[in-house]
């Protein structure tokens, strides 16, 4: 086919191009509406060792203690991976957990290393209070298991955990792009259910 026929064919078809176009914008404007509004967290943590090593020698404490914040980083990111640390984060949250799936249990906390001092935990929620009290208790949370590490190797790995105040942002959703995107996609959709019937008759 020339472009010539392809022209010819939407311009015949314009009115069933045009109405698909517009249903799937009306159902992703509904869609959008209708979809709940959710919380996005972010949460600093800092990793410190609180013991100090002894020694009248070369100090290479601050080397070695870099090491080790930069090993117990990576514990704890591994804690966060755990879908038993994380059910029990929503427990003591008081909050229910929206998955049961253990893979989605195991991606729920993201997890980045800024520093070997640091780590920056994200996560969703439906509400605010929901995100606080979430933010609070991965804290409280890392801070028991971090403390019974201490007591296992009887006070000699000693590591600290500090969070910082979570900054919690709003998260609508976009009702002009979201229903955009569907006009456009409705189009497109459109062009080609009229071009399959075209194809077709021409067989």
Do not use: C
């Not at 203690?65 to 930069?70: P, S, T």
């Not at 929901?130 to 296992?152: C, E, F, H, N, P």
């Not at 000693?158 to 105040?165: E, T």
């Not at 456009?184 to 194809?199: D, N, P, T």
């Amino acid at each position: 086919m020339e472009l010539k026929q392809y022209i010819k064919i939407i311009k015949r078809h314009i009115k069933s191009i045009l109405m698909v176009s517009t249903l799937v914008g009306f159902f992703a404007l509904i869609f959008s509406a209708v979809k709940p509004v959710t919380y996005e967290t972010s949460l600093s943590l800092l990793i410190s060792r609180a013991t100090a090593q002894e020694t009248q020698d070369y100090k290479y404490d601050s080397y070695y203690a870099i090491q080790a914040n930069d090993l117990f980083a990576n514990t704890i990111v591994g804690w966060l991976k755990s879908p038993e640390i994380v059910v029990d984060i929503y427990k003591e949250a008081g909050v229910n957990f929206p998955v049961k799936n253990l893979r989605k249990l195991e991606k729920f906390f993201k997890t980045f290393k800024t520093s070997p001092h640091s780590i920056e935990v994200k996560f969703k929620s439906k509400t605010k209070k929901d995100a606080q009290s979430i933010a609070k208790t991965v804290v409280s949370v890392l801070k028991k298991k971090t403390t019974i590490i201490g007591r296992i190797s009887q006070e000699e790995i000693v590591f600290s955990v500090i969070g910082s105040d979570p900054v919690i942002v709003e998260k609508k959703p976009n009702l002009i792009l979201n229903t955009t995107v569907g006009v456009i996609s409705g189009l497109l959709l459109g062009i080609l259910i009229i071009f399959g019937k075209e194809y077709f008759k021409t067989e």
